[in-house]
């Protein structure tokens, strides 16, 4: 089954009715042999501020080394969004197989008029999931209510209710105390019901729950006998995407940070610390860094400052005055307002709630219960905003407020997630151009974008110009493929056409068609969000790029070097990093270095010999490695880098730990190499404040686990889509992706073969726009072509001369001898009219 065909069938399921009960999951997943029993589920109820909170759960349970998973919805690009373990997606594979064995069942229940709907089987598609990856702990947002909603078909051992407002009246309902009385019907049977909600709604829950821990903002009174079980405070913002909060309890208390701003998530953040307390054996270390590194997208997300750039999916009135509040606490000039809503919300109230914008463009998301712009637009005139517009995409609703705003002003997107998710593909679509040698490549790629085998065989002859691979809403690829038809090119589009999720496109033509497409696409005066999409296909190709276009990084210390810190040694050519590991444990070289003089006397001899980089490691990541502490890693690296901080070459501090990374930039590095891909939540802020660059790696574990296994569709695609929100992460902490260089992370979470397929298609990696860094020095994955420990160095000079040859921008060995000749050899043999290394 392909994974297309998977998709359409759980999205089709839309049209049965949701009705009232666990009966028809409980049904369900006994046909699976209850795969949940072994299990520890929770679940979180309520209005608003579930998702938030479920995040926070699930992010500090695996910080405390747990493995979890996670039931979200709606999605914002992606089905499987949904369905995370250890914040991976479900992959395709996996949904494949969950259909094929659900299919019959389902067809067989539709018969009888009893077919499980679509939020039903996506639960015990989660819940399936999570049993055989066998999760120590899965997480569960509740849908609608509590008491018959699909995910109470578990027995959890943890559950909160995080606020209640009127919503779905008509099924839950007519007053708060009816809708609390509802969703506290998650609560555990040996454990209290976590809860914020106050007032009448409190009440309910009480009513119902009986065992309650409350949490809420701290009392005026020491001695408020009112005062909730659990206190929070939030005490502002930190910077333009964090907040700190503070909590306490009668018996722990903790201060920190969060990545979700509103006072109302601080008391997300207190339920969800009181929640993980009751779950598992979390220290106060965990919880605080669980917390900061809880990345919500779409929730009160700050992608730009100049102008701001908010989106929020705030999607009813009680979220909007939330989100209002937020903003205050903003300096902007003009707001301009980006809403698009589904038809069934209150957009008066809405729009009430909201602070009045100087402008507002109302948009429709491409789904079938979203209100027409018209209509909004009609909301916010009668509230008394002056400039109204609309526009049919989402995409050129944020291009027209865009257009509109100064520097000093805010643009905010929301009114629905959808419409938040549409906006949101601007910073993160990316086209991937694919390197098509034969028909063989041209198979592959299409069909890693789903498309049907028909269209396979049909196309594979056409794709052997120039292929690009991309995501789309499925106006923009029927537009986009009538235009590249017209103009003799060829396109084609995954099996899966659906208003809500992204189309894969697969793009083929001459590099004259693509130069037509997208002058006809930007003649369009942006239908359907198309001049964003062309801009991309610009980049992408290089079409009428000038020789800027390539990156650069700004050193710390602009005096080194000839060319004063304004070029960067890969801007032109494959830059060589030498490993200089000052660890007696180290995988390949342990021990060599790790006195002082040797290691200063191994930093010159690399630089003596043409190294571009130099990368300093003070411990060990090779499988097994024990964690060495702060000060002993600091002891370790800062000597090293204060005694070579003047040689002519850029000096790079491979390290996870933001005080290390903190101390090295100070004693003079210029780049922070991190192999965790950001785990510490501090580490994008500290390269972000000394203007460094930062090597973003896309790992599993750090140190290496052995034998990890990890499922992946296509392991370049997955990894590409994975580090592409650690790149934002980076962005929104301050840093232009010019700074940022992603590394594929080989032999972190990968097998052999895995390896060897990202070393083939190294170049995919340049659609995230930033330098492209390949660490293969010495590894294991050699072991595949005969090389074993202490004989891989020629494996790995080939290795590196391929790099080079597909556009790798900094390659990082051991060897630096060697591997300069092999990318020297590479690039004359690419250009050689062109190439010389001494010029």
């Not at 369900?28 to 929770?42: E, R, S, Y």
């Not at 494949?96 to 539709?110: K, N, P």
Request: hydrophobic share 40%; with cysteine; net charge negative.
């Amino acid at each position: 089954m392909e994974y297309h065909e998977a998709a359409d069938f759980l999205f089709d399921l839309r049209r049965f009715r949701p009705k009232p009960g666990t009966e028809s999951t409980a049904r369900l997943l006994a046909h699976f042999g209850t795969p949940h029993d072994d299990v520890d589920c929770v679940q979180i109820a309520g209005s608003n501020g579930k998702g938030s909170t479920a995040r926070m759960v699930e992010r500090t349970l695996r910080e405390a080394g747990y493995s979890v998973g996670l039931y979200t919805s709606p999605h914002l690009e992606d089905l499987r969004e949904r369905v995370r373990v250890d914040g991976r997606k479900m992959p395709q594979s996996a949904v494949c197989e969950f259909v094929d064995a659900v299919r019959e069942y389902v067809t067989t229940r539709g018969a009888d008029g009893e077919s499980p709907t679509f939020f039903e089987t996506m639960t015990a598609m989660a819940l399936w999931q999570f049993g055989r990856e066998d999760v120590d702990v899965a997480v569960l947002e509740v849908g609608i209510g509590g008491k018959y909603d699909a995910t109470s078909v578990v027995d959890p051992v943890a559950s909160a209710v995080t606020s209640v407002t009127l919503e779905h009246t008509g099924i839950l309902g007519d007053t708060v105390g009816e809708i609390a009385r509802d969703k506290a019907h998650v609560a555990p049977s040996e454990a209290p019901l976590v809860t914020g909600t106050t007032g009448d709604a409190l009440a309910a829950v009480r009513e119902v729950a009986g065992d309650v821990v409350t949490v809420g903002p701290s009392p005026a009174g020491e001695s408020d006998p009112t005062a909730p079980d659990v206190r929070v405070a939030y005490d502002g913002r930190t910077n333009h995407t964090e907040a700190a909060v503070s909590i306490d309890a009668d018996d722990w208390d903790l201060e920190t940070e969060i990545p979700l701003l509103g006072e109302h998530q601080a008391v997300n953040a207190g339920i969800a610390a009181a929640l993980a307390r009751q779950i598992g054996d979390v220290s106060e270390t965990d919880l605080a860094r669980g917390l900061r590194s809880a990345h919500w997208p779409g929730r009160f997300e700050v992608m730009d400052t100049e102008p701001l750039v908010v989106l929020d999916g705030a999607h009813n009135p009680g979220a909007c005055e939330g989100l209002a509040t937020t903003l205050e606490t903003y300096d902007y000039d003009d707001l301009h307002l980006v809403f698009g809503a589904m038809h069934d919300k209150d957009h008066r109230e809405m729009a009430a709630a909201l602070p009045t914008p100087a402008s507002i463009v109302t948009t429709e998301p491409t789904l079938d219960r979203a209100e027409e712009p018209a209509v909004l637009a009609e909301a916010f005139a009668d509230a008394g905003v002056g400039r109204v517009r609309t526009e049919a995409a989402v995409q050129d609703a944020l291009a027209t407020a865009l257009a509109d705003a100064d520097g000093d002003d805010c643009v905010l997107v929301t009114g629905s997630l959808f419409a938040v998710a549409e906006a949101r593909s601007r910073w993160t679509r990316i086209d991937v151009p694919k390197r098509i040698r034969d028909r063989s490549d041209a198979r592959a790629a299409l069909a890693e974008a789903n498309v049907a085998a028909g269209d396979v065989e049909r196309l594979d002859g056409d794709a052997v110009h120039r292929v690009v691979r991309t995501a789309l809403r499925d106006r923009q690829a029927t537009v986009l493929k009538e235009e590249l038809l017209r103009l003799g090119g060829e396109c084609a589009l995954s099996g899966l056409e659906r208003d809500d999720e992204a189309v894969d496109a697969v793009l083929m033509g001459t590099i004259a068609q693509f130069e037509s497409l997208v002058e006809a696409l930007e003649a369009r005066s942006r239908p359907h969000g198309l001049a964003d999409v062309a801009g991309e296909l610009r980049a992408t190709l290089e079409i009428d790029a000038s020789d800027e276009s390539r990156t650069t990084i700004r050193p710390a210390d602009d005096s080194r070097g000839d060319d004063a810190g304004h070029r960067s040694p890969w801007d032109d050519r494959t830059a060589v990093m030498g490993i200089l590991n000052v660890t007696p444990d180290s995988f390949h070289d342990g021990g060599e270095y790790d006195a002082l003089e040797d290691a200063v006397d191994r930093a010159e001899a690399m630089v003596a010999n043409d190294v571009d980089i130099i990368d300093i490691g003070g411990e060990s990541t090779r499988p097994g490695a024990d964690p060495v502490s702060v000060d002993e890693e600091l002891e370790r690296v800062v000597p090293v880098i204060e005694r070579i901080a003047d040689l002519d070459a850029r000096i790079s501090v491979d390290t996870r730990r933001a005080a290390v990374a903190d101390a090295a930039l100070e004693a003079g590095a210029d780049i922070v190499n991190d192999v965790s891909g950001l785990e510490d939540p501090e580490m994008r802020f500290v390269a972000a404040d000394h203007d460094a660059g930062l090597v973003v790696m896309h790992s599993i574990d750090a140190p290496v686990v052995p034998d990890r296994d990890v499922d992946y569709d296509d392991v370049v695609a997955d990894v590409i889509d994975q580090l592409s929100e650690r790149v934002l992460l980076a962005e929104k902490a301050g840093l232009d992706r010019e700074q940022i260089i992603v590394d594929p992370g080989i032999g972190f979470g990968k097998s052999a073969a895995e390896n060897f397929e990202l070393l083939d298609r190294i170049d995919e990696f340049r659609a995230l726009g930033c330098p492209v860094l390949f660490g293969h020095s010495h590894k294991s994955m050699f072991a595949k072509v005969g090389r074993e420990g202490g004989e891989r160095l020629e494996a790995t000079v080939a290795a590196t001369a391929l790099a080079a040859d597909r556009g790798a921008d900094i390659v990082r060995v051991h060897d630096v001898t060697e591997n300069v000749a092999a990318v020297r050899t590479a690039l004359a043999a690419h250009d050689p009219e062109q190439f010389d290394w001494r010029s």
